[in-house]
Each structure stands twice: as C-alpha cells, then as structure tokens.
C-alpha cells in the first residue's frame, strides 16, 4: 500500500501493481447475508482511458435483490444492528472512516481505474470525503440529543428509530463518495440496507464489501451489495420491492420518475439527489481572475460530470469579452490525458454511451456558436477536450438540457432581472453561483435564484451539516446532518404517566 501511495504522488504514470491487478481479476459477486453470492449472468467494467476491461461483474436480477432485501429485513427483524447502542455503531462508522483512509491508495486507483477521472482528485478528493462522510456522520449522531417535555406527573419525550430496510441506489459519477453519503446516515440511524452501486462503476463498493466491513463488526445481513443494471432489472426490483421502507436515490431527473413509479407499490418514503443544470453569475465588480479561476473548475472538475457542475456562465455585457477570453485560456491550458498520472487535471468520460451523447452536443456547435475553446474528442479513450462556447440563445439544447460533461456554454446579460430569470428558466434547480463584490447584490440575486444551493464568490462550499438538494426538478427533499438523520428514521413520542404521589 505505502509502495502504491508513493507511485501515485510521484507524478509518472501509475502502473497497476499486482495485487490489484489479481484482485480484479477474479470475478466480484453480491455480497448478501455477508456472503459472496455469484449470478448466473455477468456484465463487464471497463477503463475509459481505452476502452479495456477491467473486471467482470456478476448481474443481480429478481432472485437476487429477493435474497438481500430478505437477509436485511431478517438482520432488522433480529435486531443485530439496530438494538445496539448509537454509541456502538457511531465506534462502527468511525472505524469505516479510519480504514478508508488506510486504503486511501488503492481505492483511489480503482476509483480512477473504474470512473477515469483523474488520481488527483479521487487521492486528495473523493476517496478522503468518503473517509470524512462516515467520521461526521458517527459525530454529528452522537452529538444529537432530543426534546423533553415534562407535564405535571406526566414525561413526554420523544426518539429517534430506523425505518427498516433501506434502498440505495447510486450513480457513476461520484460512486464510493455518494454511496457513504448514503450509508453513513443510513447506519447510523440502525437500519438494514441493500446498495445497488452503479453498473459501469462497481469496484469501490466491491472492494470495500469485501475488505472493510467485514472489519468493523457489523453483523451480516445488515449491508448487502447487489450490482447489476437499473431499468427491467436489479435495480427496478429493488425500489419496487414491498419490503423496502425507504429508497435514497442520486441520479438522473428520467430514472427518479420511474423509480416513483416503481416505489408507490409501498408507497415508499424517498429521497431524490437528480440532475442539474448549474450556473455562475458573474457581475462586472467581481474579482475577475478569481471568478474565472473557479468557473473553470466548476466546468470542467471530474470532466464536467458533477451534479454541481456550472455549465452555463453568464457575464456582465461591459466584461464579456475579457472574462471569456480568460475562462478560455485556462480551459486550454488544462492537462487533458493519462488518469493515473498525479499531474493530469481531466481524464476521459465515463463510457463510450456517454462520450457519444456528449459528442451529438458538440455536433451542434455551429454558427452562430463562437467556440472558444476545446470543441475536439480525442481517442483512443472517451476524450473530451474542455470546450468553452458563447453565441447560442438561451433555448438551445446546450443552454437547457443536462450534457453533463466539459461544455460550457457563456452568455452575456446586461441587468440583474435578465439574468436572473435566464438562470431560473430550466426545469433543474440545483446550484449557482454569483460573482459579486457588492454585498447587496449578492443578497438581492442569490434570494432570487430558483436552486437548492447558492455560493457567492465560491463555488462547492460543502459543511455537512446544511441542507443539500434540489428544487424543481433537481431533487425531492433534503440530506446533510440532521436532513439525512430524519431521512433515514422516523420520530417515536412516548408518554408516560407517573403515579403523581408526592415523596415520602
Ligand atoms: P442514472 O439515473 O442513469 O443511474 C443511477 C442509478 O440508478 C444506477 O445505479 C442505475 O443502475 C439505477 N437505475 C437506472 N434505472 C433504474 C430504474 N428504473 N429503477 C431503479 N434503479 C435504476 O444516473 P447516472 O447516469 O448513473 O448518473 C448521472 C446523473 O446523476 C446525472 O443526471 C447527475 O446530475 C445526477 N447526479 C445528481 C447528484 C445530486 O446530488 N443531485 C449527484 C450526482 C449525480
């Protein structure tokens, strides 16, 4: 490991060492009721720097997701996890978090391996986050306490309890630091969980089923993995399972519609983390560099595949022409190439399906577009260089529609009412970000903007302790601190009556 974490900083191109070359070797199955289960059928992950297999994959089906969804129910129904104290599992959470942080390397390589995106961010990012995801969580749920109210002879009070078998069901973009996200709380809280990660990104979760949790004494039954696909398969059967109590989905605006569907057979509780279609908002009065410096990595971090991700900058009309050209020149100057090389600032995307829908946007670069930059694929690979466009009007599909790569498309505004109402005029409604110096402004537009998060001056200020999620249609309800612990437990108020004898 220390070898690996030393070849990683060194700055050369990182080779795969052995051992991680063996383990991916051998196929990697469900772990259900804390056994490895393989399906009939598998599927393959690849690495998008060219396109090779990496692993094969077994693919869970309706007997499978019957299976976890059963051997959760049956570990709540014991109580092996929940009836320990929130003491216990916090201890649980916090050791997770220590053992992600000694597995830093290697689950930064196979995060990279498996999403592309470059080993800088899955090493000082990602990977940490998810350390940093099950520490807070185990510190803010310890912390919690609950109202008391005393009545006479009478004690109301009131407690948190798990709801039962929880369903997560995660995306590529972000795969380990989404899934603890989810199972912090979710573990916290006592409850059982069946995980169903991403079918082109499956290894962290693989890896840290097999190497991690076993460590940290959670009974088995309690987190069980289920890979495989969404639609018609594991994934469908698991929102759509009558035992499941809750669902936490992050992904696609489409794919939160159908699993709704799906999930009326409880009805079950939801929580919904969907697509966006973020903006920065840059006034005249801003620092300039500053705001170009941030817009550039709000477009193009993690190859423009964040739900965070700013592709539409708009630019006070007397500054346009500077502030693009100074967003262009650092787009040119990003290090687009090898994922597993520590000075690379942007890898490939994450597969070819999504290389060609990125790929039909930058067909429809044509006058009256101004590219500015980037504009090119580049293979083999699923290369995108860091495209910065103006010229498109507001209606056209790059300017409305969620491409969720390195296209950002730039637009001037001459009043604060115009933009405002250019940046609400999609149906997401997840972040902004506004670029001013004047205080008063920065209040006035960020009260006016239609999203669930707003930055002034910055851009992906996280405390985990705020709400996060979307309006419209970028998300249903909130998670983060105490959002995520109501999320995943519902409230119990008991009251009892005492005698109301006086002391003797
Ligand atoms: P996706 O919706 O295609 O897939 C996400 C997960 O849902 C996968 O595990 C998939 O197998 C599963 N799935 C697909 N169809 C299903 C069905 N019918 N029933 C049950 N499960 C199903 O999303 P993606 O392409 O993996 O991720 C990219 C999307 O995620 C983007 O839209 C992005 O904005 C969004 N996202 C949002 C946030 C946020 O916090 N709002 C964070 C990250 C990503």
């Not at 510190?139 to 948190?160: I, V, W």
């Amino acid at each position: 490991m220390e070898n690996l974490r030393k070849d990683i900083q060194s700055g050369l191109d990182v080779v795969i060492p052995p051992f991680v070359r063996d383990w991916l070797a051998a196929p990697k199955h469900h772990v259900i009721d804390g056994k490895f289960v393989a399906s009939a059928t598998s599927f393959e992950t690849i690495y998008p720097g060219d396109g090779s297999v990496l692993a094969t994959v077994s693919r869970g089906g309706k007997e499978e997701i019957d299976a976890a969804v059963a051997a959760a129910k049956q570990s709540f129904e014991r109580g092996d996890w929940r009836c320990r104290s929130l003491d216990e599992r916090c201890t649980a959470l916090e050791r997770l978090g220590a053992l992600i942080l000694e597995h830093l390397p290697v689950l930064a390589l196979l995060e990279s391996l498996d999403t592309g995106k470059p080993l800088r961010e899955s090493f000082e990012g990602d990977i940490p986050r998810v350390a940093r995801n099950f520490k807070f969580f185990a510190e803010f749920a310890r912390q919690e306490g609950s109202a008391c109210y005393p009545q006479g002879n009478t004690l109301h009070y009131s407690q948190r309890e798990p709801l039962g078998v929880v369903a997560l069901v995660t995306p590529w973009n972000l795969p380990l630091y989404l899934e603890s996200w989810k199972l912090a709380p979710a573990l916290a809280m006592g409850n059982s969980i069946v995980l169903k990660p991403s079918e082109w990104t499956p290894l962290t979760a693989a890896y840290f089923a097999e190497f991690l949790l076993p460590k940290v004494g959670i009974p088995s039954g309690v987190v069980n993995v289920v890979h495989g696909f969404g639609d018609g398969e594991a994934g469908e059967f698991l929102v759509s399972h009558p035992h499941v109590s809750a669902i936490s989905f992050t992904g696609e605006t489409q794919t939160g519609r159908a699993i709704m569907r799906s999930a009326a057979v409880g009805p079950t509780r939801l929580s919904f983390e969907l697509g966006g279609k973020g903006a920065s908002v840059v006034f005249a009065d801003a620092d300039l560099d500053k705001a170009a410096e941030v817009c550039t990595r709000a477009a193009f971090r993690n190859q423009g595949q964040i739900c965070l991700a700013s592709p539409r900058v708009f630019v006070e009309a007397t500054c346009f022409e500077a502030f693009t050209e100074k967003l262009a020149a650092r787009a040119r100057n990003i290090k687009l190439g090898n994922p597993l090389n520590y000075q690379t600032e942007m890898g490939p995307l994450i597969g070819s399906t999504h290389f060609e829908k990125v790929k039909s946007y930058l067909s429809l670069l044509k006058a009256p577009a101004r590219v500015w930059a980037g504009g090119e694929t580049r293979s083999p690979g699923f290369y995108v260089e860091p495209t910065v466009v103006s010229g498109l009007p507001l209606d056209h599909a790059i300017s409305c529609e969620e491409i969720f790569g390195p296209v950002v498309s730039v637009y001037p505004f001459k009043t604060e009412n115009e933009v405002i109402e250019a940046v609400n005029a999609t149906p997401y409604g997840l972040s902004a970000s506004v670029w001013t110096r004047n205080g008063d402004r920065a209040h006035r537009v960020s009260n006016a903007l239609r999203c669930g998060l707003v930055w002034v001056n910055a851009w992906f200020l996280r405390d985990l302790r705020v709400p996060f999620g979307g309006q419209k249609r970028s998300g249903l309800g909130r998670e983060g601190g105490a959002f995520s612990l109501d999320f995943y437990s519902e409230w119990k108020s008991v009251s009892i009556q005492f005698s109301g004898e006086e002391a003797k």
